[in-house]
């Protein structure tokens, strides 16, 4: 993924790889995985792609979808130093533009609330006001509304404002 941040379909593999390998945690996958430098190859990736070009929407799109959920299953879990490892990333502020860029996705919106929502647990207030200084609580109000008849954003949107 670094060394092709720019191709769009690389980066949408290696965001959904990351998300299908982080699915589940029951060999420290997560941990590996972080370590191995995930957090920001797939913060670069939706950086590089939130409106990119040469990209037809929906494939953006997708990127800023696979990314979320990426960030979502890195940061599900019992671990803070994870989260505070996806903040110093950049996560919130990729998550937001990937939200504000396809606020008529729903895909998008729900990875995105997901991926706030396990941001913000654990009990770390400093985490809590980043998320919020960096325009999450107006992308989950943005997104609730948005997609008001799909109930899974609006779950997580709860779970993100809860």
Known sequence: MEAHVGHALVAHQGCWAIRSLTFR?????????MDAGAAARIVAAMEAH?????????????????GCAAIANLAAGGSDGRRE??????????????M????????????????I???????????????MDAGAAARIVAAMEAHVRYPD??????????
Do not use: F, W
């Open 50 to 66: 939130v409106r990119y070009p040469d990209v037809v929407t929906q494939g953006c799109a997708a990127i800023a979808k696979q």
């Open 100 to 115: 504000e860029a396809h606020v008529g996705d729903a895909d998008v919106a729900e990875e995105g609330c997901t991926a």
């Open 117 to 131: 929502a396990n941001l913000a647990a654990g009990g770390s207030d400093g985490r809590r006001e980043q998320l």
């Open 25 to 33: 945690d029951n060999d420290g996958r997560r941990e590996q995985l």
């Open 85 to 98: 490892q996806l903040m110093d990333a950049g996560a919130a502020a990729r998550i937001v533009a990937a």
């Open 153 to 162: 954003v609006v779950t997580q949107g709860c779970a993100a404002i809860a």
